[in-house]
């Protein structure tokens, strides 16, 4: 929603004032964005694995690999 309102803003023809600012604020909301989505990926991928390495039969034959997870 965020990212939206700023595109709308960097639209805008009155914008020359605070340009520079709308444009750090811009660039921080993508670099959170992108952040957030790599974060939820991790997050995915740790739940997925996490039920494989918490199943008895994969813990004896990969003990090395469960202790690490």
């Known amino acids: 929603e965020s990212l939206i309102t700023m595109t709308i803003i960097r639209g805008s023809p009155y914008v020359g004032p605070i340009k520079h600012a709308v444009n750090d604020w811009s660039r921080r909301l993508n670099l959170f964005s992108h952040t957030l989505d790599?974060?939820?990926?991790?997050q995915r991928k740790w739940i997925y694995l996490e039920s494989i390495f918490s199943a008895t039969d994969i813990q004896r034959q990969l003990p090395n690999e469960h202790h690490v997870f």
Request: charged share 0%; glycine share 0%.
């Open 38 to 42: 790599q974060w939820l990926t991790c």
